[in-house]
């Protein structure tokens, strides 16, 4: 009997450990939530090459205020090319939808250089030109937008500024996508 009691006494704590083990294994295979694409020095964002080849590219048709927009595909976005209005956004933009993650997942940083167009596959990567004074930037594009008017393209604040419309609010610009 004293054996038994013994015995009984050590399998506890080692059944409680392999059930405890076991459950912290099952437990780390799952994932609840859609966690952003952090935009950080340690971890690299998917190029738009890369995200078509892993399939993670996002150009799924959606819908704004009733109207429906059918974004390009990727093959149909290469070389492409288009002259129009750009416009930015900002901190304004962040706090007015509480710091959500722009159309693609990746934190929105106005202090970066990034853009929101209706039309190209998220991401891309566009060369954007200010018609009126011939300075030009590479953004990723990674969110969708404008939906204002006739802007063909959303620009970052820091954007903005590298293209020297800031004050101005808008340009005339010049967009052609760069990346394969």
């Known amino acids: 009997m004293a054996i038994k009691k013994e015995m009984k006494r050590m399998m506890t704590p080692r059944l409680f450990f392999t059930l405890l083990m076991a459950s912290m294994l099952g437990l780390s295979s799952c994932s609840t939530s859609r966690r952003p694409i952090l935009p950080d020095s340690t971890k690299a964002l998917l190029s738009p090459e890369e995200a078509y080849r892993l399939g ?38 962040l706090d007015q939808h509480n710091n959500q993650p722009t159309a693609y997942g990746e934190i929105f940083r106005p202090d970066r250089p ?8 998220l991401p891309a990567v566009v060369k954007v030109t200010n018609l009126e004074n011939n300075a030009s930037i590479i953004v990723r594009v990674n969110d969708r937008g404008p939906f204002v008017g006739n802007r063909v393209i959303d620009l970052s604040a820091e954007a903005a500024k590298q293209l020297g419309f800031y004050n101005k609010g808008t340009a005339r610009v010049k967009l052609e996508v760069v990346s394969k």
Not at 66 to 87: C, F, N, V
Not at 114 to 121: M, N, R, T, V, W
Request: no cysteine.
């Open 56 to 93: 993670k590219l996002k150009n799924k048709p959606y819908f704004i205020e009733g109207k429906l927009y059918i974004p390009m595909d990727y093959r149909e976005s290469l070389g492409y090319q288009e002259t129009g209005h750009a416009s930015w956004y900002g901190q304004e933009t």
């Open 114 to 121: 990034s853009a929101a167009h209706k039309y190209l596959p």
